[in-house]
């Protein structure tokens, strides 16, 4: 496992820094609340205990973070048009479904539907249309 850092940028390493600095904070604020107060007095033991099982999670909070700024996100290649309809309309079992829901939800909002059936404003619809295209081309040659 590889570690992947985007070194030109410039507004992501400020934030990452703003949040470390965040948590930093919190662990600061713990130690100053809870364990240097209770430090020589009868709740001296709850405070430790207190205090590592913040240190736990702060610990795993830490290196979730790390590990999930490191990881190398991936990639979709250019071109890649393998998407099948069952998986673009999860819940539906067609694009037609998928468009009466979507005008259902649209004219929720707005009050009517303009559309009147046509699914070239969905993005769904144009993966679909891609699909078809590419057929068409393919039995062009």
């Given at each position: 496992?590889?570690?992947?850092?985007?070194?030109?940028?410039?507004?992501?390493?400020?934030?990452?820094?703003?949040?470390?600095?965040?948590?930093?904070?919190?662990?600061?604020?713990?130690?100053?609340?809870?364990?240097?107060?209770?430090?020589?007095?009868?709740?001296?033991?709850?405070?430790?205990?207190?205090?590592?099982?913040?240190?736990?999670?702060?610990?795993?909070?830490?290196?979730?973070?790390?590990?999930?700024?490191?990881?190398?996100?991936?990639?979709?290649?250019?071109?890649?048009?393998?998407?099948?309809?069952?998986v673009l309309?999860?819940?539906?079992?067609?694009?037609?479904?998928?468009d009466k829901?979507?005008?259902?939800?649209?004219?929720?909002?707005?009050?009517?539907?303009?559309?009147?059936?046509?699914?070239?404003?969905?993005?769904?619809?144009?993966?679909?249309?891609?699909?078809?295209?590419?057929k068409v081309?393919?039995?062009?040659?």
């Amino acid at each position: 496992m590889g570690c992947h850092l985007l070194c030109n940028d410039g507004l992501g390493r400020c934030m990452s820094i703003f949040v470390y600095i965040i948590m930093l904070l919190g662990m600061l604020v713990v130690v100053l609340t809870i364990l240097i107060p209770a430090l020589g007095t009868e709740d001296e033991a709850r405070a430790w205990i207190e205090y590592f099982c913040y240190s736990f999670f702060w610990s795993m909070m830490v290196t979730s973070h790390m590990r999930t700024m490191c990881a190398d996100p991936g990639f979709i290649p250019e071109g890649y048009n393998e998407y099948k309809e069952e998986v673009l309309v999860a819940p539906f079992k067609s694009f037609a479904e998928y468009d009466k829901a979507y005008d259902t939800i649209k004219a929720g909002r707005s009050g009517s539907v303009k559309r009147n059936g046509d699914r070239s404003s969905t993005r769904l619809a144009s993966v679909n249309d891609s699909e078809q295209n590419e057929k068409v081309n393919e039995q062009d040659y």
